[in-house]
């Protein structure tokens, strides 16, 4: 990063996190122990810092818990169909509980708790700020993550941020690195659905030319978005899974950024791909390839992680037993590469575009 | 709370934290046990929740900890100083963490951790922006508290929020409540400075009516506000204190919270309220009365606190130990009135107002 104060360069966040965070919280991972004036009893160790840029940061506490802690605010420029009026004030509460659980969920820990920032603007009525908290309690109640506190008061407009916390037993955290050459990687459900509902909604396609059941998924996808939370505590407590993370920047997101990590590529397999109906519906009304969709900027928080294939019959157990399942839809190879093997047998790019904040073709990039 | 949709009441925020928010999450602090189903070893339990409306959350932990978590959002209509140019990107990133950390002090714990929401607007730069996130880092490291993690991105505005994290010896989180009367109530250093830094800098008086030395010392109480971690340690170490808080929202909110939540009334005594310099500076400048400045909205982040009297003495020789001080302002009463007993001798309210969030006197109050 260059010092010189004339510098106007406006990076979009994934350059922002490697070239400016990463550099300032470098080395914090490993090295840093804590609270160790009272007695040893109280070390708390940091396992994964700013520096780590995963989802969560990890504390190797006292006793037999690892604390999981990850933050994320919701209300930015993505929320359009709250602007469109499809979502009301109860479901943005709602949505702002399951993204944050989800960060909890992809590093295999389970959620003990949510604090959560609500700044209302000055028109907003009690009525309507009990509906933003009512939405956050049922969500936390959904997901067994209740919302312990946080910070309520004026801003100009709405905005919305938490923190979620969980607990995993010591080592058990999950990353995105930590994948091996050989491993399976796997799917929690079909991914697409939230993007499709954005290109379905924001084409003003409000009248019934795809089914009702269908509009109605996709609203869902939305309005009661479901973190896959009893499927990140079993990824976790299972002990056999190599990396993880959430597909809430999409699936080619998740992926690359996994194989990145983890210093592997990937190769997924078209027709091992989960393909939801409502993403089907959506390509068909609106004359759009099913793939991009599927792949690209779709906010589905759904789990993406890899397990060594020696194990993959034990982790299926595991989710039956609970009444779980996932999909292996690829494998980590050492070549670099992350691809998708069509259904022809070619290997291409992942397709889709990732979600990146600010992702403005005029903003230019650091170097 | 109506349900009425046509209910168009608009509370402050103490009115919706007591009308809506405790009702919406009432009976969790002490009745949840999370985390069960691995292993008895890894039950966490949820020992003071929103219910509790203290600056901080409280788990128990397995092993010999208790986790302290709090969040405080602090770009709101507030930071004047910003706006008026008194204040740059790396000030505010410093003041978030203070504000953040202050209330883990509050709780007698020692921070951990912090994770922390970045969003800029379009227009902000690389140089800006990591301007921001180093006066984070160097606030971290006075406050020894690493930022660990978090949620940086687009938005219209600079948008800052914040979520700390402390640890403290079961059972010595703590409180505001838990004051009984005869317990000597006690100040860790002045008030009354940050808002005498408002008053000074918003009235224009920019130009050298004030020795430099105390408008420098206004100036630093909002661009490196000193949160007391150190004494916030002491007094939770220490096991003597009854109840704590900061006065991020002024000594009298702080003063009259601790009474209220604990049932007693308070006395402080006016000829043992230390006076800050540079408070009698402005108020002699700009004509005003000190009484006020040192009670009222002012973010001082110094801490108030009960102790039993015959513990005064061993925790006056904790904090000396430690290389710090405290005043003994005044005494918590089985009397429920919270008063000041000026150097008259005669006992009147507290002077000043607290901060309220929204305190605008067109805005109705809940019912």
Not at 71 to 89: A, Q, T
Not at 122 to 130: C, Y
Not at 323 to 338: D, H, M, N, S
Request: glycine letters at 10%; a negative charge; charged letters at 20%.
């Amino acid at each position: 990063m260059s010092q010189d104060r004339q510098d106007h360069t406006r990076s979009d966040e994934p350059s922002r996190l490697a070239a400016i965070v990463s550099k300032i919280f470098a080395g914090q991972s490993g090295n840093i122990t804590l609270s160790t004036s009272l007695s040893d009893d109280t070390a708390t160790a940091l396992v994964a810092g700013a520096d780590a840029q995963d989802d969560c940061a990890v504390f190797r506490m006292t006793g037999t818990q690892e604390l999981v802690v990850g933050s994320d605010y919701v209300r930015g420029p993505k929320f359009r169909l709250y602007e469109l009026g499809l979502l009301n004030d109860y479901d943005v509460g709602y949505y702002l509980v399951a993204a944050n659980v989800s960060d909890i969920a992809a590093m295999g820990a389970r959620p003990i708790g949510i604090v959560t920032v609500v700044r209302y603007p000055p028109d907003m009525t009690d009525v309507t700020f009990a509906q933003v908290m009512c939405g956050i309690r049922d969500a936390c109640q959904r997901f067994s993550a209740p919302n312990v506190g946080g910070d309520i008061g004026g801003a100009e407009r709405l905005i919305l941020s938490a923190t979620a916390l969980g607990v995993c037993l010591p080592g058990h955290a999950l990353f995105r690195h930590g994948a091996r050459p050989g491993d399976v990687v796997c799917l929690t459900g079909p991914t697409g659905i939230a993007g499709a509902a954005m290109s379905y909604f924001r084409s003003g396609t409000r009248s019934a030319l795809i089914e009702e059941k269908h509009r109605e998924h996709l609203l869902a996808s939305w309005a009661r978005p479901n973190a896959r939370v009893r499927e990140g505590v079993c990824l976790g407590d299972s002990g056999v899974v190599t990396s993880c993370q959430d597909t809430s920047d999409g699936l080619k997101a998740a992926v690359e950024s996994i194989a990145t990590a983890s210093g592997v590529g990937v190769v997924i397999d078209e027709r091992r791909l989960p393909v939801a109906a409502e993403v089907s519906a959506v390509c068909e009304c609106l004359d759009l390839p099913v793939l991009p969709l599927m792949f690209g900027d779709s906010v589905d928080f759904e789990l993406v992680f890899s397990v060594p294939p020696d194990r993959l019959t034990l982790l299926t157990e595991l989710f039956a037993a609970d009444g779980l399942r996932f999909q292996a839809i690829g494998e980590a190879t050492a070549a670099p590469e992350v691809v998708l093997r069509q259904l022809d047998g070619r290997q291409v790019p992942l397709p889709g575009t990732a979600w990146r904040h600010q992702a403005d073709p005029t903003v230019s990039t650091a170097t």
